[in-house]
């Protein structure tokens, strides 16, 4: 939101949560369901996939964005409310549930306030939770002081409903949010069907890399440094023209513009726009670090090379919920040199790898007959026909 539409949404909050919010709770409407995700920053992974679907079986379903988003999807016929505006603020309150990918100031930054007097809140997870813990696992709330840790505490993501895909992944919810084991329910993973559909299209000769955003100043910087020695390398340079593939830069979403490499050229590009998993989905190479598309490209049974090259520094800040170094479907270089190294001598297509990437999707990702989406909405639907 801008800084404008910021300080009207919180001047005439009290307003919405102390006067209106009651009146409109009493018109409540039978398949209303307002979703979002990312902050209202973009429509993507489950909550974009569960969104979809719930508007494809005819549901009343609108998704909460920002004002550059809401032009971008309402040019695609997607059902929209710009996040904060008087429209949002009562399809809130009138929804028949409530859904979210990563908190409640996915919808709006003051719903905290209304805990405890809404419909439903159905939790979905932006992607698959098998990477990165939150909730009671975050290092920062276990270092902080007992007036930090009670706030933290109570921003913590809050919700009636837990959606899990897999056995793994309920196990991972369990363990960072045990004050809601109760609150599990199977039927998760709405954007997997994305993933699986990807095995069929063509693969083109492309080197991604996404590597997760950090978070602290030293960490971006140390990132920028690692992603200005590949683009610099004169041998990777080379194999990648001599063999006719480009390496693609992917950004993550809280990734400022600044910190984007401003020298790029081919065999090198920045991936931009809405479609740069389109890209992830057709690459031969996936390089990574702790982002959860690790898991999400297993489903194409294609090789990865993890280039985790700041690991302890980064669990400082963030929990992992996997032993990093026994990961053993893609090779770990920790350096650029041996990063460009499993590249240039392709030793990421080594036969046993292969064998590990296929035993790793079997365990993580679930087999499902059918759409991932559309179990997700029929497993909301279901927990709402049941009394809380």
Known sequence: MTKRSLVWSAAWA?????????????????????????RGRDYADNAGALHAEASRQGRDAFFIARRDLEGQLQTKGVKTLRQGSFAARRAISRAETLIYSHGEDDLDPAMILLRGRTSARVYLGHSLSLMKGGGVTDPILRKASWARKALLTWLMT?????????????????????????????????????????????VKKRIFWFPTFRDTKA????????????LDNSRLKEWLLEHDYELVLGTHINTKKSDHPVKIARPFRLAEG???????????????????????????????????FDLLDYQKTRHLLVDYPSIDFALQPTSVDELVACIVEERYLEPSLQKKIQKARAHYLPAREGSFARASVEAIAQALETPR
Do not use: T
């Open 14 to 38: 009290p307003l919405w949560i102390l006067v209106l919010h009651p009146w409109w709770q009493r018109q409540k409407r039978k398949s209303l369901w307002v979703v979002g995700g990312h």
């Open 158 to 202: 809050d919700c009636d409903h837990f959606l899990y895909s897999s056995e793994a992944e309920r196990e991972n919810f369990a363990l960072c949010y045990p004050q809601h084991r109760s609150k599990l329910i199977e039927g998760g993973g709405a954007h997997l069907d994305f993933w699986f559909q990807g095995a069929s299209l063509p």
């Open 219 to 230: 960490g971006n910087a140390l990132l920028r440094q690692q992603i200005r020695k590949v």
């Open 274 to 308: 809405a479609n740069w998993v389109d890209e992830i989905r057709q690459s031969a190479l996936l390089i990574s670090d702790y982002s959860g598309v690790v898991f999400d490209f297993l489903a194409l049974e294609r090789p990865q090379l993890l280039f985790a």
